[in-house]
């Protein structure tokens, strides 16, 4: 005979339920899991080598390129490197290249064209938008398919006075040497900077790279934002808040002016061989931009782009990327995450081989308009995501110091239905939270005067905001009922 103790499971913890919660609401929304089972009979029916591969490269094997990525990475798809030869010094952004394995119209590719991008849930492991065993071919990174890698990689010589690019920017189809000991994390690399030449020589390229977006675009100043997130330190932890280091903050700042060169080259390249056909990351924010005072923070332009819905679009037709300062730009730095990336690569090699197109025109218009409404989507869950780990993170303050969690917060907007607020504070750390709540007829005056709250409760977010910090809800209804 068993007795009720016997059948009775141990409560969940607070962090359990939000775990359950979270999968709950998210599992679906991110999308189908790959299947090992269907991978395979992908890679199987995928012919190679197909008429778009390149079989001569140029080897630049000498030294080990630089990664710089997130703490477990498994998809590094861009490196770098700084050197010297005949006493110029030059800088080669390395790109990964797993289209060299992946048959262009095939059912692998329609698969690819299907997820659009890879998945990242949080405190969950990535859905990878290509199978793993093409994604390991084709990552910089010393595995199981060794450390000579393909890449597609943008060569440029660098002033060693003031640091800038001088002289033509070649295109090159690539091999590589990847290695463990030239593998970072930003925490990493940010220890560095004042020992490593490689990188501390990147980190001034990529500042005047900087400055000379500064001449074309306020979007530079988006740079200043250093907001706090949502981490967790290892299985079943619970999230803490973290801000990056300066150091940290200057690596990040690095790679993305890497990329931003690389990419915007690549755009102004397909335009010049391609007469503007290809498909291109574009946003018309010109007249935006000149409405912003000059002195403007970055973390109120970042709050003004959101209220005022500002974002970018993928077009088969060039177009400027306002925001970046560039008259042509386009995704093509992580081709293992990215289908507009690889549908450009496709079109490099296109060029570079002198082959018939492999995309009409047509197909190059739905690959646009696919990648702009999936794109957008998938932004829209992270951010549901990332907002679910914030009140878990308050959920675990407030259980870990027994203490209120003050937050500071101002109303953005208001749609004569939807009160649209911004968390901006949570204790000391500065964020960056969208929260909504339903009020017919609220007394709206524009203001954006930030408001401060101790917070002593939360709970797990359901499908709307309202309900998630129950304190805020009250402080706001209360006001509105006077």
Same mark, same amino acid.
């Given at each position: 005979?068993?007795?009720?103790?016997?059948?009775?499971?141990?409560?969940?913890?607070?962090?359990?339920?939000?775990?359950?919660?979270?999968?709950?609401?998210?599992?679906?929304?991110?999308?189908?899991?790959?299947?090992?089972?269907?991978?395979?009979?992908?890679?199987?029916?995928?012919?190679?080598?197909?008429?778009?591969?390149?079989?001569?490269?140029?080897?630049?094997?000498?030294?080990?390129?630089?990664?710089?990525?997130?703490?477990?990475?498994?998809?590094?798809?861009?490196?770098?490197?700084?050197?010297?030869?005949?006493?110029?010094?030059?800088?080669?952004?390395?790109?990964?290249?797993?289209?060299?394995?992946?048959?262009?119209?095939?059912?692998?590719?329609?698969?690819?064209?299907?997820?659009?991008?890879?998945?990242?849930?949080?405190?969950?492991?990535?859905?990878?938008?290509?199978?793993?065993?093409?994604?390991?071919?084709?990552?910089?990174?010393?595995?199981?398919?060794?450390?000579?890698?393909?890449?597609?990689?943008?060569?440029?010589?660098?002033? $060693? /006075?003031?640091? =800038?690019? &001088? @002289?033509?920017?070649?295109? +090159?189809?690539?091999? *590589?040497?990847?290695?463990?000991?030239?593998?970072?994390?930003?925490?990493?690399?940010?220890?560095?900077?004042?020992?490593?030449?490689?990188?501390?020589?990147?980190?001034?390229?990529?500042?005047?790279?900087?400055?000379?977006?500064?001449?074309?675009?306020?979007?530079?100043?988006?740079?200043?934002?250093?907001?706090?997130?949502?981490?967790?330190?290892?299985?079943?932890?619970?999230?803490?808040?973290?801000?990056?280091?300066?150091?940290?903050?200057?690596?990040?700042?690095?790679?993305?002016?890497?990329?931003?060169?690389?990419?915007?080259?690549?755009?102004?390249?397909?335009?010049?061989?391609?007469?503007?056909?290809?498909?291109?990351?574009?946003?018309?924010?010109?007249?935006?931009? $000149? /409405?912003?005072? =000059?002195? &403007? @923070?970055?973390?109120?332009? +970042?709050?003004?782009? *959101?209220?005022?819905?500002?974002?970018?679009?993928?077009?088969?037709?060039?177009?400027?990327?306002?925001?970046?300062?560039?008259?042509?730009?386009?995704?093509?730095?992580?081709?293992?995450?990215?289908?507009?990336?690889?549908?450009?690569?496709?079109?490099?090699?296109?060029?570079?081989?002198?082959?018939?197109?492999?995309?009409?025109?047509?197909?190059?218009?739905?690959?646009?308009?696919?990648?702009?409404?999936?794109?957008?989507?998938?932004?829209?869950?992270?951010?549901?995501?990332?907002?679910?780990?914030?009140?878990?993170?308050?959920?675990?303050?407030?259980?870990?110091?027994?203490?209120?969690?003050?937050?500071?917060?101002?109303?953005?907007?208001?749609?004569?239905?939807?009160?649209?607020?911004?968390?901006?504070? &949570?204790?000391?750390?500065?964020?960056?939270?969208?929260?909504?709540?339903?009020?017919?007829?609220?007394?709206?005056?524009?203001?954006?005067?930030?408001?401060?709250?101790?917070?002593?409760?939360?709970?797990?977010?359901?499908?709307?905001?309202?309900?998630?910090?129950?304190?805020?809800?009250?402080?706001?209804?209360?006001?509105?009922?006077?």
């Amino acid at each position: 005979m068993s007795s009720y103790l016997e059948n009775t499971e141990p409560p969940m913890t607070s962090n359990e339920v939000f775990e359950r919660q979270y999968s709950a609401s998210f599992k679906s929304k991110y999308g189908p899991l790959r299947s090992e089972e269907n991978d395979h009979e992908l890679l199987y029916t995928n012919p190679l080598p197909h008429p778009y591969s390149v079989t001569e490269r140029v080897d630049c094997t000498k030294h080990p390129i630089c990664t710089i990525d997130p703490p477990g990475c498994e998809d590094a798809d861009d490196g770098w490197r700084t050197f010297v030869e005949n006493g110029n010094l030059y800088l080669d952004l390395h790109n990964s290249d797993p289209t060299e394995w992946i048959t262009p119209h095939s059912n692998l590719w329609n698969d690819i064209v299907a997820r659009v991008v890879t998945a990242y849930p949080s405190n969950r492991p990535p859905i990878h938008m290509m199978p793993h065993e093409i994604m390991n071919r084709a990552s910089l990174m010393d595995n199981e398919y060794g450390n000579i890698k393909n890449a597609i990689t943008i060569r440029t010589q660098i002033d $060693q /006075t003031t640091y =800038k690019p &001088i @002289g033509a920017v070649k295109l +090159l189809f690539t091999t *590589i040497r990847v290695a463990s000991t030239h593998k970072y994390s930003y925490q990493q690399a940010a220890k560095m900077i004042e020992s490593d030449n490689m990188i501390a020589t990147g980190l001034k390229v990529s500042k005047a790279l900087t400055q000379l977006r500064a001449k074309t675009t306020l979007g530079v100043k988006l740079n200043e934002v250093t907001n706090s997130y949502p981490v967790f330190t290892g299985e079943n932890s619970e999230p803490m808040l973290y801000q990056s280091t300066p150091e940290e903050t200057s690596m990040k700042q690095m790679v993305a002016e890497f990329a931003i060169f690389a990419n915007s080259f690549v755009g102004e390249y397909l335009k010049i061989h391609l007469h503007g056909l290809g498909i291109f990351r574009t946003c018309n924010a010109s007249e935006w931009l $000149q /409405t912003l005072k =000059k002195d &403007i @923070g970055g973390q109120e332009m +970042l709050n003004k782009i *959101i209220i005022e819905g500002i974002q970018a679009d993928y077009l088969s037709k060039n177009a400027s990327h306002d925001l970046v300062g560039m008259p042509e730009y386009c995704h093509f730095t992580s081709p293992l995450r990215r289908l507009a990336d690889c549908v450009c690569h496709y079109l490099l090699k296109h060029i570079h081989l002198q082959n018939t197109i492999p995309f009409s025109n047509k197909q190059l218009d739905d690959y646009a308009t696919n990648c702009f409404t999936f794109t957008k989507k998938i932004k829209n869950v992270q951010f549901d995501d990332l907002k679910f780990r914030f009140i878990q993170t308050i959920n675990n303050m407030l259980n870990t110091t027994g203490n209120p969690v003050n937050i500071s917060y101002f109303i953005s907007s208001y749609t004569g239905l939807f009160l649209n607020l911004i968390i901006c504070r &949570i204790d000391y750390h500065k964020v960056q939270i969208s929260y909504t709540l339903r009020i017919k007829k609220y007394n709206y005056t524009g203001s954006k005067n930030t408001y401060s709250l101790p917070i002593t409760r939360v709970c797990c977010p359901g499908k709307f905001d309202q309900g998630s910090i129950p304190e805020l809800d009250d402080a706001i209804l209360n006001h509105y009922s006077l």
